[in-house]
């Protein structure tokens, strides 16, 4: 039951988020804030609803390992030169779409954990 709740809660609170930072992309300074808290929160759920939730299957578990190797990938790229990021549209792919649909995917996968646990 404190799993069935966590995850109900952590997936609200991204959602919520989520939506939340998409608005804000009208003005792209704050999107891009929004964006970071969003990350902030994705990363913190994904560790919470790891080593709290136990009734993970092991595609979910997988899922999540997946999504974690992911952010590990696009963080890894920013240790390398951006200067060939003159483009301003090329920008804005590698510094908001990426991210965001980076937040899509993890989304994603706690709706199927979501969904999973109201089955049992």
Known sequence: MKSKKLINVIYSL??????????LFITIYFGLL?????????????????FYCRSLSAEQKKRIYF????????FSLWLFNWDFLNEWILFMVCIGLIPMVIGCFFIRILKSIKNQDEIN
């Open 14 to 23: 991204n959602v919520g988020w989520y939506f939340v930072t998409l608005f």
């Open 34 to 50: 929004a964006e970071i808290v969003l990350g902030f929160i994705q990363v913190l759920s994904s560790f919470l609803i790891l």
């Open 67 to 74: 999504y974690w190797s992911i952010i590990v990938l696009y």
